[in-house]
Structures are given as structure tokens and as C-alpha cells.
């Protein structure tokens, strides 16, 4: 597939998460999809499994901005995510192939204080 197709299907993906849609999202993920947290340890091998996930979920987030990059078949998305009026951040690495997400690699992280020692080097965000 092209990197067109890839981006188009990278963008489906971005709108499913934020619409819930797991019509859309069946389509855009092969059927041998596997994802993976290593923050928990998880990994969800194949569709039905992911499917599955995303649409007993509990609560999902709110996708409030987004960014991404691709060259070729590797999308790296960046998120930052609502769950429930606490922000989180969300980076996912996701191979392609045919136009559809094969694997991605998701990890998770809460906002934290900046420590005070390396205030001289860095400019607030």
C-alpha cells in the first residue's frame, strides 16, 4: 500500500478512537492485529480481542488533541486523552500493512511537576 493509503487509514483510526466507532475500527485493523501496553504487561493478540476490548470498555477517553507522523508503514500518534476530567498522554506506534493496522505499541503517561533543579535549562509549557 502507499503512504497515502496509510495516512488515510491512520486518520479513520484517529476519528474511530474519538467517535468510539468500532465499525470503523473492524475495518482499519487486520484480523491478526496485536497490540500491546508494556506499562500493564498486556498484550491483545487479534481482532475480535481488540474489538472486543473497545467496546466493553468502561469509559473511554476523550481524544482532546492529536498529532501524528508516518513514514512508509511505521504511524506514530500522538494523544492527549480525557478519561473522566483527568488528562492523560498517549503515544502509539503502529505498523501497517495492506493499509491496515497490523501492530501498534501503546504507552501512557499522567501529568507530573516538574522538579525544580533543572528549572535554569527548560522554558514552561
Not at 95 to 100: P, Q, T
Request: charged share 30%.
Amino acid at each position: 500500500m502507499s503512504e497515502q493509503q496509510n495516512r488515510d487509514a491512520l486518520e479513520r483510526y484517529i476519528e474511530a478512537i474519538g467517535r468510539q466507532d468500532s465499525d470503523v475500527m473492524a475495518e482499519l485493523v487486520h484480523e491478526d492485529y496485536v497490540e500491546e501496553y508494556p506499562q500493564s504487561g498486556e498484550r491483545i493478540r487479534g481482532k475480535q480481542n481488540a474489538l472486543s476490548i473497545l467496546q466493553n470498555y468502561p469509559s473511554l477517553p476523550n481524544v482532546i488533541e492529536h498529532s501524528y507522523a508516518l513514514s512508509g508503514d511505521l504511524g506514530v500518534l500522538k494523544l492527549t486523552l480525557d478519561y473522566d476530567g483527568q488528562r492523560i498522554y498517549a503515544c502509539q506506534v503502529i505498523d501497517f500493512e495492506d493499509g491496515k493496522a497490523k501492530r501498534a505499541r501503546a504507552y501512557f503517561a499522567e501529568p507530573f511537576e516538574a522538579p525544580e533543579w533543572r528549572a535554569r535549562w527548560v522554558e514552561r509549557m
